[in-house]
């Protein structure tokens, strides 16, 4: 493991610190606990030395590295978020690193069922020879984004302690709840005061992503009728079996999350719940192509009133709400946004890779809020799952590419107007 970062000791720590998140939640962020993790970063910000560091009372977490060279440049924003997925546990997370890994699969301690093969994983065959961070079988690792987390603070740490590193005014951004769909909900740009960014929420070495899907939320509601169930004949519509009706009509060969792939959209039901008068069912509807999220939204409306046809009496509702858009439609007008981390990636030694998100990121919004925000590899890999893994080089190769972005970026010639 090369000396000239301690990333790995630095993700071993924050891992340990819970940040689920939870969707239910009202409040944000949706757990209190993703402040501890905010309250720790905001103090080794100001240990670290630098400047306007915030922690506001949403749990973003603010940080200024001043520009050291002499021309007006614009300000690049860094953003990870602190988050983990309530898909899996993220409680007492026990971090172990498996140095100078060979190949071999890897038995994770406190269930020896889980068990990393590159069979079923085969980036770890890209992998050997490296230092390999994984969990110990009965949580998530929490490398989605705490490994984009400690990439940036050590960055802050790298470029503090070797200011002969030419760069421009640099503002780093941790954010709450961004596995929620809520990570940007409070932010106030202002505050931010950036012109463009990056995340760090990327997977495999190399990679930097410019486009995402587009993304609504559907809540449908079924509403059926009451009766006695010893004397319902002829009189009662159970909301439960609407529901349940409406489900069994989705599509399964198309536009489902397990028949798609590439830029592929789907539909997708994330919940269930309710009673004999009313259930309830919650869907997510993505596609990378903007417009077609209005058909897919017809489509849930058509199979709905095909439910209710064949239960007179009964009814539906179904409300679309927008969650983000793709940052393509936004970064094409900025191409050098995504081409100066391409270049970065090529100084530090990498072979640097455009690819699709089938999902989204912080960047997302942030794009359309104003700040052009493609995102960055961090190596994390098996990501919302006990099996979640990093590679210590490719975070080590990530605070490389950051370096060499910042001089790019130094180079920049800037007019604001």
């Known amino acids: 493991m ?3 970062y301690t990333v790995a000791e630095r993700f071993m720590r924050y891992v340990q610190i819970d940040t689920t998140a939870d969707p239910t939640s009202k409040s944000f962020p949706s757990t209190a606990k993703q402040r501890d993790l905010a309250e720790l970063l905001y103090n080794e910000l100001i240990g670290l030395g630098l400047q306007d560091v915030l922690l506001d009372e949403w749990s973003y977490v603010f940080a200024t590295i001043p520009s050291n060279v002499q021309q007006h440049l614009p300000t690049i924003c860094f953003c990870s978020h602190m988050d983990t997925a309530p898909d899996c546990s993220g409680t007492n997370v026990k971090p172990i690193l498996h140095r100078n890994y060979q190949g071999q699969d890897i038995s994770l301690p406190d269930d020896p069922t889980q068990v990393l093969s590159p069979t079923q994983h085969p980036y770890l065959l890209k992998k050997i020879g490296d230092d390999i961070i994984t969990a110990s079988g009965l949580t998530l690792l929490g490398a989605d984004d705490k490994a984009g987390v400690a990439i940036i603070m050590e960055l802050a740490a790298f470029l503090q302690a070797n200011p002969q590193i030419p760069h421009g005014p640099i503002r780093i951004l941790f954010t709450p709840d961004e596995e929620v769909g809520r990570g940007v909900e409070h932010l106030d740009m202002q505050k931010l005061n950036a012109d463009f960014g990056y995340t760090l929420d990327g997977g495999p070495l190399g990679d930097i992503e410019d486009e995402t899907f587009s993304a609504d939320a559907a ?11 010893g004397y319902a ?3 009662m519509i159970n909301a439960i079996k609407l529901a349940a009706a409406f489900i069994s009509k989705l599509p399964s060969t198309h536009l489902s999350p397990e028949s798609t792939k590439g830029r592929e959209g789907f539909v997708h039901p994330t919940a269930i719940d309710g009673g004999l008068e009313q259930a309830t069912v919650q869907l997510i509807i993505r596609d990378h192509d903007t417009q077609l999220l209005a058909e ?4 849930l409306n058509q ?9 007179p009496g009964s009814s539906f509702e179904l409300q679309i709400h927008e969650q983000y858009r793709n940052m393509k439609e936004i970064l094409v007008d900025y191409p050098f946004v995504s081409d100066y981390a391409e270049q970065a990636m090529l100084k530090a030694g990498l072979t640097p890779q455009r690819n699709i998100i089938r999902g989204g990121t912080d960047g997302s919004r942030l794009s359309f809020m104003g700040l052009p925000c493609p995102n960055i590899f961090t190596g994390e890999m098996a990501i919302h799952s006990k099996l979640e893994y990093v590679s210590v080089q490719d975070m ?3 605070i490389d590419t950051l370096v060499e972005l910042v001089q790019i970026w130094e180079k920049h010639e800037w007019n604001q107007a």
Request: aromatic share 10%; hydrophobic share 35%.
């Open 2 to 4: 090369s000396n000239k």
């Open 219 to 229: 809540t449908l509601k079924f509403y059926g009728v009451s009766a006695h169930p």
């Open 233 to 235: 004949k002829g009189k």
């Open 296 to 299: 897919y939204a017809q489509l």
């Open 303 to 311: 199979i709905a009133q095909e439910v209710v046809d064949h239960h």
């Open 396 to 398: 080590e190769k990530a």
